[in-house]
DNA sequence: CCAAAGACTGACCGTACGGTCAGTCAGTAA
DNA sequence: TTACTGACTGACCGTACGGTCAGTCTTTGG
């Protein structure tokens, strides 16, 4: 099996592993931690479950393995989105739209770590924050208080609050989906940039009328 | 024993099954489905696990009539809400504000539905939405739609999509209380009118400067 | 007072779980 | 060829799971 030897070659570790994590990964973004049996990852990776216990050093293991790598991409994405230039509007749109296409792209890595931030375990909770949203949360804020500090965004507002709003209808839409598509007036469920585009309409403009400053409107009639 | 009789005269249930179904929500509000035992629950209720089979079929009767009575309590409240009067920006700021504070209050109903609902299971969200959901996104779709007809929302904005970013605002809120109580930016993590007044202000006003009407600002100086 | 009914229990059953281990097998360097 | 290494497996272990059942208390209607 030459591919077997190339494969790990590339990746630097076995074809085996890479079965197993890429399993592992589809089966915990299903269910949760306790409901993935070991003998189900073995089965959908197409090894023994003795196997695992060769690379991984316990269930445990293998799962933080998948969250922690889960989370750096995830902080690797927002970081770069957060760098992005332009007018204070144009940022907004594009964060909450590449964040949302994102989301989805990654669904499965997605919600591994969104079960695992909404679990209710504080300590867990302590320490995603410590080294995943802490960063991410921080950059956020400072795209908003730029706005502040430019007059752009309105300066009694919260600027953290408006962050978590932001990022809050993304997650919640990504969350939602499932039920949303079964909701006949939710048309947009199956529309990504039509969500983003007029919920951050709606975040900037208001969902009052008479009110639209001259450059608004943007995608609302897309 | 006097108390058990009396109380069972008086809800129509025993003691011991009392206790079960107390027992049996909080665990399920904590934790998920598979996680969460039998023996587990006994031990929290304080009775025999042979006790849960006397009063409960099986261990998926016992989660069904949790999740039965959540959800009509949910249905409950919302079709109250949503039924208030007075002018649309009033509607909208006590419904969030209202739905937010019973989230909280309810918090282990809640987390047991929300659970549900984000499970990704479809069969069980299309039930969920013929059962609960549904009614209550049409009742919300419906105060938006009346906010058009009076010339109050803006026209170009879909009303189920209004809908769903101020019940996802709540939810995302309710959700993420203990990842934002970690971060020190979110001070209002712990003071929930001070984010439902800020967050409807957002909504209604959005967050660009000088676009204010003349009755904006609720709540936002607090 | 006494049977019928319902609340309740300890002991038990088969199953699936996470984890271990001795051992096989292919590739590799000496 | 030989000795070694890492990938991999089937069989097994103790435990905890959901569920059952015979039987014991406790309350209640006649």
Redesign the interface.
Same mark, same amino acid.
């Given at each position: 099996m030459q591919a077997r030897i190339s494969s790990k070659a590339a990746t630097g570790r076995s074809a085996g592993e890479a079965a197993i994590l890429e399993a592992a990964v589809k089966l915990f973004s299903?269910?949760?931690?306790?409901?993935v049996s070991m003998r189900g990852i073995a089965e959908e990776a197409g090894v023994s479950k003795a196997n695992i216990y060769h690379h991984f050093d316990s269930k445990e293991a293998l799962y933080r393995s998948i969250l922690c790598a889960s989370a750096s991409q995830l902080a690797g994405l927002v970081s770069e989105l957060a760098g992005s230039a332009g007018p204070f509007?144009k940022r907004i749109l594009d964060f909450a739209t590449e964040h949302l296409s994102r989301l989805e792209g990654d669904a499965l890595s997605s919600?591994v770590i969104l079960r695992e931030?909404?679990s209710?375990n504080?300590e867990h909770?302590?320490l995603?924050?410590?080294e995943v949203?802490?960063g991410i #949360?921080?950059r956020m804020?400072a795209i %908003?208080e730029a706005?502040q500090r430019a007059?752009? =965004?309105?300066?009694? !507002?919260?600027?953290?609050?408006?962050a978590?709003?932001l990022i809050?209808?993304d997650?919640?839409?990504f969350?939602?989906r499932?039920?949303?598509?079964?909701?006949p007036?939710?048309? #947009?469920a199956s529309d990504l940039p039509r %969500?983003s585009a007029?919920?951050v309409?709606?975040? =900037?403009?208001?969902? !009052?009328?008479?009110?639209?400053?001259a450059a608004?409107?943007q995608g609302?009639?897309g």
């Open positions: 299903e269910k949760g931690y306790d409901t509007e919600r931030a909404f209710g504080d909770n302590k995603l924050v410590d949203f802490g #949360f921080e804020v %908003f706005g007059g752009v =965004l309105r300066n009694e !507002l919260d600027a953290a609050l408006c978590t709003l809050g209808a997650v919640f839409f969350q939602a499932g039920i949303l598509r079964h909701l007036q939710a048309g #947009f %969500f007029q919920m309409d709606v975040m =900037l403009n208001g969902m !009052l009328a008479g009110t639209l400053p608004a409107g609302g009639e």
